[in-house]
């Protein structure tokens, strides 16, 4: 059993032999901090992986990050991040100053440019200020420390509240984490970066293995508006520090960071009031389970019922018949957390009282009983505010 250690200040380097550090260096106005390195403390390449937008308008740091674990197969000494532009549509000049980056960090730190992996989150379609990551890169590796996951965790951040850490302890072996996301989000991953450290020892295709497992049940597991980014990534590296794990074990840990790192997106999700847990049971099959889960997640107009504290379970039946999955509408039910409020496709007798109390919480649940079979699936999202529009009508 892994225990959970959340918003610990050495996160990202909880595990052993790891280093971070956050700086500003000009890229957000202001002195906002805005370029962030993770990195091995001897500079020598661990195990990695990696799983990447699906987006076709893919920006040019996943483009070099998977040239560069491709390369090296499934090795990395760093990873070096900035916020506050995506290096996205922004063609060959955009590729050309994402291996720039990774040179200047692999000269600086002592490990080959192809062994550092580089992450971007920000504005799309605006040359990324080259100057300026040039004058950060000597202060960012400078400043490198265990004490520095804070740090590094707050600098990758864009319209998020706070930074997203966390840290999970299992039999004999660490994983720790940071990650940033608030809007855009939308599987496969979410317009989110995060990385994750561990000091197990994972060979590359078992720690492949092992992320696609973990972010299958969290960051794909994660709606806030249906929008997918350019630029998601995540990224696990394994140092091996403290040797052979069980496989099992270490996918478990490994899971429960990147759930509790989504979890924590949801929740800071842009405008949001609440994180609202969409779980449809009694499918054909998981896979049925999870679309009609994301169908109703995604709904504009159930979306706004949660933030108006409304149990208009009409609005999720809706979504449920057009989810493109087997339905019976005299064998669907619907609760708000423990309360049935629709049963065999019809209103059921409950206390409205108790549907209001649920609905006012941060953490809500909506239940679906598709009554067909025994597929389940789970998508997390948040309400849509007038705090969501206020912040997406502008670019700046």
Not at 269 to 284: F, M, Y
Request: a negative charge.
């Amino acid at each position: 059993m892994s225990s959970r250690l959340v918003g610990v200040s050495v996160s990202v380097t909880a595990a052993e032999g790891f280093v971070a550090n956050g700086v500003a260096c000009g890229i957000k106005a202001g002195d906002e901090p805005d370029l962030a390195l993770v990195a091995t403390d001897d500079a020598q390449p661990a195990a990695a992986a990696a799983v990447f937008t699906p987006n076709l308008a893919t920006a040019a740091p996943v483009e070099v990050s998977r040239s560069h674990l491709a390369e090296t197969g499934g090795r990395a000494a760093a990873v070096i991040l900035n916020s506050g532009n995506a290096n996205a549509a922004t063609g060959a000049e955009g590729r050309v100053g994402a291996e720039e980056t990774c040179e200047m960090v692999a000269h600086r730190v002592g490990c080959d440019p192809a062994e550092v992996l580089v992450c971007s989150t920000g504005l799309i379609g605006i040359p990324l200020p080259m100057a300026r990551v040039r004058q950060g890169v000597p202060a960012v590796v400078d400043g490198l420390s265990v004490e520095g996951a804070g740090a590094a965790a707050g600098a990758i951040l864009t319209t998020d509240t706070h930074a997203k850490e966390v840290t999970v302890h299992g039999e004999g072996f660490t994983v720790g984490g940071m990650a940033k996301g608030a809007a855009m989000l939308a599987p496969h991953l979410a317009t989110m970066l995060a990385v994750l450290t561990t000091d197990a020892e994972v060979s590359p295709a078992n720690l492949h293995r092992a992320l696609r497992s973990a972010a299958q049940s969290s960051f794909n597991a994660l709606s806030v508006d249906g929008s997918t980014s350019t630029n998601d990534t995540v990224i696990v590296l394994s140092n091996g520090r403290r040797g052979p794990v069980d496989h099992d074990a270490f996918t478990d840990a490994l899971t429960w960071a990147c759930i509790d790192l989504a979890e924590q997106m949801a929740g800071d999700a842009e405008g949001a009031t609440k994180l609202a847990r969409v779980t449809v049971t009694g499918a054909v099959s998981d896979e049925e389970a999870h679309a009609a889960a994301r169908k109703v997640a995604d709904s504009l107009l159930v979306k706004c019922s949660l933030y108006g504290r409304d149990p208009y379970w009409g609005r999720v039946v809706s979504e449920l018949g057009s989810a493109g999955v087997s339905f019976d509408p005299e064998r669907v039910s619907v609760a708000y957390g423990d309360e049935v409020v629709c049963r065999d496709g019809v209103a059921a007798a409950h206390d409205p009282s108790m549907v209001s109390v649920h609905l006012g919480q941060d953490h809500v649940t909506i239940t679906a009983d598709l009554g067909l079979g025994a597929g389940t699936g789970m998508v997390m999202t948040s309400d849509l505010t007038h705090a969501y529009v206020d912040e997406n009508m502008r670019t700046s």
